[in-house]
Every structure is written in structure tokens, then in C-alpha cells.
């Protein structure tokens, strides 16, 4: 479910025209749908509700401030990676809202940060790091929240590039040995183990690894009380899938499905840590095209988003639907991509297209948001949108060929306001102009 559709061959975002925003704010252009990102956020504390949730909306997905304000606004909490994320959590919840820190290299600095600001839980990578953060947070006279992040080795889900819980991949302590990890910190007077974390990759369209991840938990859980901790929560993290293509995601409901009976087993409160799931599909990126040119048996549409905005396509080969913003009348009005996520990507052709590569002025051949799309001829000044666009679009975005990042704009029924300034020339330097040689 979302709010952009196409009304009379014209995209919309809920009940604003996005062609007016590319034409008042400039391209390239994120523009998210505020009713679509609160859809997202009350379905997962819905779904949850008899776990008694807390919903730590994972600000890696995407930082902005005013999108992370409106989800702690509407009760969530947040999960942070670093401690420019924590500074953003910070400054966008309201006080006292649950903060999550994940992440295998927090340096001192940032445990120290965190314990100051009143970090909710640390998720424990490792057992070096268990024991740092126990010491530090012994010398500073307090004690710190942790919940062990266990790899539960399942087999893969996802990209291997975000698969987080496979054997062997950098992520959380070994299943084997987390019991002796826990049994080596019994007493220690700077921590509390409190919990049990398992984030297990991103996106994941099946409920089954959260099924079997679950399971391992609960015995977990009884093993950890055996040593005498005391685990009060159980914090399944991330990575529910979304529609990218049609509709190949699953509901909530269904992650709670098989996620419910191991919280209830335990008696702990459930946290979950989800960023895709609540804003990937709040959002199209918008583009101008630029130029567009054949080659060598190929055809290529250049417009002026590209992999610095955009570089999931590059990274993980992901799919974006990419579709004109005003469709002319002899093509269909949107595109009609197979919802079936094992399929790959088929040239399906389609009434007046051919099949055209969405590519960036970025000065690599990886540069591109689609490849062998069926598209209906472009001109110049033709808008784009790219769809699905909100989550890992705009937070890996870079100032790559030296590019200005994009204005963010945020659309609430017939409004809009940016949320976020293109950025300048000036500020292209700014770090470097203050010390110039
Ligand atoms: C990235 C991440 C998440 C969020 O994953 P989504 O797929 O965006 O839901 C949650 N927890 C941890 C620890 C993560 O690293």
C-alpha cells in the first residue's frame, strides 16, 4: 500500500501532482508521502501489539530529521549504527525515547556518547566489545543495557552483501558460543545483560527464517536465565521485505505471525528494528531527462538522478520500477512488473516500448538505475520517477563527480514542505575551504 498513483496519466503523492514539486523544488527530487510512511509504521505496531512493542525505527534507512521527528512523534523509538546516528535520534525524538545501538566497531567515544545520552540498549557484536563497553561504562559509575546479538546461522535469505546472519559474516556472537560469552560477564558490575538480539539481513520475503530465528531465541533466553541474567527483552530486529516490483512483500501480520509465539514463550518485551519496511515504499526519486542516445544496439535514457543518489541498482543489482511521471495516452499508464521476486528481472514487453537503460552523467558504466527496461520514447525535459525509493536512497547518497546531493521534499495530503535543502556549491567545499592550502 502507498500513496503515489496515477491519476488522468499524471503521477500523484497522495493528492499533490509530483510534476509541480519537480517543477518548484528542481530535480533530482525525493518526495516522500507522510501517509504512507505512518501506513507502514502503525502496521508493524498493530501487528505487534500483543508483544507490547517497542518499534525502533532503524535510522540507517534513512536519517532525515523531520522523518525520523514524525515516527518518534508517533511512538517509535529508534535504532542507531553509529554516533552521527545516535546525534540525529537524539535530535529528533522526544526526550527519552528508546535508543537502540547496533553496529560491530563503536569506538569508546561512541560508547561513551551513548551512556551519556542514555542509550536503551546496546546490541553486543562481539565479545571484546561486550567487555569495553562493560569497563567503560563501569569507570564512568554506571551500568550498561546490553542484549547479545547472536548470528543464528541460518541458511541464506537475501544479497550477500546484506545477509547478517550466515556463518562466518561479521555480525553478532557465533550460537555455539554466546552461552560462554554470557556465562563470562555473570556479575560483572558494569552491565546488565538484559536481552537477546538477532537482526538476520535485509530485505527478507519469507517468514520462515524469522520462525526458525525465534526458536533459537527461546533457548536462548532460558539458558541466559539459567546463568542468572536477567533477559527482559528480545529484540528480533529488521529486514522485513517490501514491494519493489508489485506485491511480492508480505504484511506485518505475517512476521507476527511466526514472531509472537517465541515473545510469548519467553514473557519478554518484543523490540524490533525496522527502516525498510516503514519507509522504502514512502518515496519516489524524481528525475529530468537529460539526453537520450543509441549505441551499439542499445538505448539509453540519461537523466540527471545517478548512482550517487540512487545506488542500490549498483550495489546490490536491486530493482527499482521506473516509469514516466505523465505516460502518454498509448502506453500503459503504469508498469506492470511480475510480483514474483525468484523470477528474475523478465523483459516483459509492453505497447510502444523498447527496452532502454535508465543511466546517471556519473562518470562509471555502473552508473544506472534500470537496465532492459521497457520504456515508451523519451524526450528531453521528460520526468521520471523511480520508484520505492525511500529507504538506503537518500542515507548512501554521496557528493560522488562532485554532484549535489537532493532537496528531500515531504508531502501531507495536498501540502508539501522540503525537509531537506538541494545542497550548494559552497557547501560542496565548506569542509575543505576553512583549510585551504
Ligand atoms: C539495517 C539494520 C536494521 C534495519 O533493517 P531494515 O531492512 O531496514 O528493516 C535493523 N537492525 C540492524 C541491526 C540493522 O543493521
Not at 51 to 58: H, I, L, Q, R
Request: overall charge neutral; some cysteine; charged content about 25%.
Amino acid at each position: 500500500m502507498d500513496h503515489f498513483e496515477y491519476r488522468d496519466r499524471a503521477l500523484y503523492c497522495e493528492d499533490v501532482p509530483v510534476a509541480d514539486l519537480a517543477e518548484q523544488y528542481g530535480t533530482p527530487l525525493y518526495v516522500y508521502s507522510e501517509a504512507t510512511l505512518l501506513h507502514h509504521l502503525r502496521e508493524i505496531q498493530t501487528a505487534f501489539a500483543p508483544a507490547n512493542p517497542v518499534v525502533c525505527y532503524s535510522v540507517k534507512a534513512n536519517g532525515n530529521l523531520s522523518l525520523c521527528r514524525l515516527m518518534g512523534k508517533h511512538g517509535a523509538g529508534y535504532d542507531v549504527t553509529s554516533g552521527g546516528e545516535f546525534f540525529r535520534a537524539l535530535k529528533a525524538g522526544p526526550q527519552g525515547s528508546k535508543i537502540v545501538f547496533a553496529g560491530v566497531g563503536k569506538t569508546d567515544a561512541e560508547i561513551r556518547y551513548a551512556l551519556e545520552h542514555g542509550v536503551f540498549l546496546f546490541d553486543i557484536e562481539s565479545e571484546q566489545e561486550l567487555h569495553a563497553i562493560g569497563d567503560i561504562a563501569h569507570h564512568m559509575g554506571r551500568t550498561a543495557a546490553v542484549a547479545l546479538r547472536v548470528n543464528p546461522d541460518l541458511p541464506p535469505k537475501t544479497h550477500v552483501k546484506t545477509d547478517t546472519s550466515v556463518k562466518g559474516v561479521k555480525f553478532g556472537l557465533d550460537i555455539e558460543t554466546v552461552v560462554d560469552v554470557a556465562r563470562g560477564v555473570v556479575g560483572h558490575p558494569g552491565l546488565a545483560v538484559v536481552g537477546i538480539h538477532m537482526h538476520l539481513g535485509s530485505p527478507i520475503l519469507k517468514t520462515e527464517p524469522y520462525r526458525q530465528g525465534g526458536e533459537r531465541a527461546v533457548k536462548l533466553v532460558k539458558a541466559f536465565r539459567d546463568l542468572g541474567h536477567d533477559i527482559r527483552y528480545l529484540n528480533m530486529g529488521g529486514g522485513f521485505g517490501i514491494n519493489y516490483r508489485r506485491d511480492e512483500a508480505k504484511p506485518a501480520g505475517a512476521f507476527a505471525e511466526v514472531i509472537l509465539p517465541a515473545v510469548a514463550e519467553t514473557g519478554c518485551q518484543l523490540v524490533l528494528e525496522p527502516g525498510r519496511f516503514i519507509v522504502g515504499n514512502a518515496a519516489v526519486l524524481l528525475s529530468r531527462v537529460v539526453f537520450t542516445k543509441s549505441t551499439g544496439g542499445k538505448h539509453y535514457v540519461i537523466q540527471d538522478a545517478a548512482m550517487n543518489d540512487l545506488i542500490r541498482p549498483t550495489l546490490y543489482g536491486s530493482f527499482h520500477r521506473v516509469w514516466p511521471v505523465r505516460p502518454a495516452a498509448d502506453v500503459p499508464e503504469r508498469p506492470d512488473v511480475d510480483g514474483n521476486p525468484d523470477v528474475p528481472d523478465p523483459f516483459r514487453p509492453m505497447p510502444n516500448c523498447f527496452a532502454q537503460d535508465v543511466v546517471g552523467p556519473v562518470c562509471e558504466s555502473g552508473d544506472f538505475l534500470a537496465k532492459d527496461r521497457p520504456l515508451p520514447a523519451l524526450k528531453r525535459g521528460d520526468l521520471l520517477a523511480v520508484f520505492s525509493a525511500g529507504a538506503y536512497g537518500m542515507s548512501m547518497a554521496s557528493n560522488y563527480n562532485s554532484r549535489l546531493r537532493a532537496a528531500e521534499v515531504l508531502v501531507t495530503g495536498g501540502t508539501h514542505r522540503l525537509i531537506r535543502r538541494r545542497e550548494t556549491f559552497k557547501d560542496l567545499v565548506a569542509c575543505e575551504e576553512d583549510c585551504l592550502l
